[in-house]
């Protein structure tokens, strides 16, 4: 390899294209290996705004976050399970407040 074509590999990756950006799950080992919650791509629009979220708000999203990933399906059917085994009435409400 010639110098300068090491040179150029050197600013090849400090150049970034702003209208195609690479997926950062996909410099993983495994190039299909993402957290599905996270596949979705949005631009945002309008100015920034900069919002704290209430302690009870912050649990419920991530309480949506837990319940809507596929990867932990089988974590939250065998929690639902044991809430089931102890015949517990309000199996729902328990299973959001104690999972994960």
């Known amino acids: 390899m010639y110098p ?6 050197t600013y090849k990756r400090y ?5 195609r950006p690479e997926e950062r799950n996909e ?23 900069m919002v704290e979220l209430p302690e009870k708000e912050l649990e419920l999203a991530n309480w949506f976050i837990f319940n809507n990933c596929d990867e932990i399906e089988g974590f939250r059917n065998e929690h639902e399970e044991l809430l089931k085994e102890e015949n517990i009435e309000n199996i729902d ?3 959001m407040t104690e999972f994960p």
Do not use: D
């Open 27 to 49: 410099q993983g080992s495994e190039p299909n290996a993402k957290v599905s919650i996270f596949s979705q791509r949005v631009r945002p629009t309008g100015k920034e705004l």
């Open 4 to 9: 300068i074509e090491r040179l150029l590999g």
């Open 15 to 19: 150049v970034r294209n702003k209208a």
């Open 93 to 95: 409400q328990r299973h």
